[in-house]
């Protein structure tokens, strides 16, 4: 085993902000309270929970009521689409068109609703991992209830054409919904400049807590009655969401997201040179690899890097690098036990002699230009 850590996982996972914890801390040990008792010990708990929502809706462009707490990424997506299929039932619009290099969040979301006796279409991808306009336009119609397509892709994060994304639904009628996991927090999000209607975040993604997120549901939605409750109960989340709040974790992830897009740009400029310095490696050590996403037409979340080597095993190398230290993955790490190329890489058609060695680098912050020369290193070294 190497004395050596570097943690280059980031898109599976974050360390807690420092900041964030320190914001969380006297909600779990003195101002405990319950945000819905009346009663004076309980009213820093409400204000604290007023406040997050306030930041959290600062921090996209949208209104403090706008914005409905959840347990993460997972829980936001099933509410957005099986709730906004149903809805559409009513209105004769039961469709939902998404893509195919969704989040399993998304896909298993689908695949209910779609058991439900809604029919589904699955766009695919540019060779770069890009949803075309030209493709939505030719696939969506008078009975299509949602679009949703992904902010950023998990994999490979590859950004969507978003704005004009939900354009297109909306001239057909159609709601739209976003999953913004690997975007909130690392690319500037503003629902009302991308016209989104739904929109799922999770905290854990941008140095908040896990088991932590939010789901954005625009006005209009809930006042059109499109949006159903998630869970009955309590009234908490205007009886949308019923459960206590986690007042600490709700606290942590907008400390968190307050942060991160306050340093937003730094932290940018600061990946992209570590980019640079790890795919300069790659080269100065003659590898054969290609990274997938790399002309995607809108860009890329900073420090997301998918490289696969050709004739390599992707398990193997994460497998070997894990003996020295590295923590990566191999295609997506919210399905790290199935060794099948991942639905994201056949979807955008990469070439099998490439494809089956693919890991992905998702660098932070934290990491140094010295720590990405060291990970280029170990994978020459594994390879040769
Ligand atoms: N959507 C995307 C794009 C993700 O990357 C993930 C997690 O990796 C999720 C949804 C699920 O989020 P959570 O872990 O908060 O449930």
């Known amino acids: 085993m190497s004395e050596m850590k570097v943690y280059a996982d980031h898109a599976a996972t974050t360390k807690l902000d420092p900041g964030a914890f320190d914001a969380m801390k006297p909600f779990l040990l003195e101002e405990y309270g319950n945000a819905s008792q009346p009663y004076s010990f309980a009213r820093s708990a409400r204000a604290a929970l007023k406040e997050a929502r306030r930041t959290i809706a600062d921090c996209i462009g949208a209104s403090p009521e706008e914005i409905f707490f959840t347990s993460g990424g997972t829980e936001g997506d099933n509410w957005a689409i099986k709730s906004i299929a149903m809805s559409g039932t009513a209105l004769a619009r039961n469709r939902v068109v998404t893509s ?54 998990n994999e490979m994060g590859t950004i969507q054409p978003i ?69 009955d109960g309590g009234a908490q989340e205007s009886g949308l969401r019923a459960g206590t709040e986690n007042i600490a974790g709700i606290v942590g992830m907008s400390e968190a997201l307050r942060i991160s897009c306050a340093e937003m740009e730094e932290r940018a400029g600061h990946l992209a040179r570590l980019e640079e310095e790890f795919l300069g ?40 690098l894990d003996l020295m230290g590295v923590c990566v993955s191999t295609g997506s790490a919210c399905d790290s036990n199935s060794t099948e190329l991942s639905h994201v890489l056949r979807a955008i058609q990469a070439p099998p002699e490439y494809a089956y060695g693919t890991i992905r680098v998702s660098l932070g912050y934290e990491n140094t230009a010295g720590q990405a020369a060291y990970i280029a290193g170990c994978i020459a070294k594994i390879l040769s």
Do not use: W
């Not at 639904?169 to 909130?184: E, K, M, Y």
């Not at 629902?191 to 989104?196: C, E, F, L, P």
């Not at 080269?283 to 690899?289: E, K, M, N, S, W």
């Not at 790399?294 to 997301?304: K, Q, T, V, W």
């Open 100 to 153: 195919a290099i969704e989040h399993h969040a998304v896909l298993r979301s689908c695949g209910a609703i779609e058991r439900e006796g809604h029919p589904v279409a699955y766009l695919s991808p540019d060779g770069e991992g890009v949803v075309s306009c030209r493709v939505l336009e030719n696939s969506i119609g008078g009975d299509t209830a949602l679009v949703s397509i992904m902010y950023a892709n």
């Open 163 to 231: 704005r004009e994304l939900a354009e297109i639904a909306h001239r057909h009628g159609a709601l739209f919904h976003t999953d913004a996991v690997q975007a909130a927090g690392h690319i500037p999000v503003d629902v009302r400049k991308s016209g989104v209607d739904l929109l799922s975040a999770s905290a854990h993604k941008f140095n908040g807590p896990k088991g932590t997120g939010f789901l954005y549901i625009k006005n209009e939605v809930r006042n059109g009655s499109r949006i159903l409750p998630y869970q």
């Open 281 to 320: 490696r790659l080269r100065g050590h003659g590898l054969d690899f290609r990274r997938n996403g790399a002309g995607a037409a809108y860009g890329r979340i900073p420090g997301n890097i998918s490289v696969s080597f050709r004739g390599a095993s992707g398990e193997a190398l994460m497998h070997r």
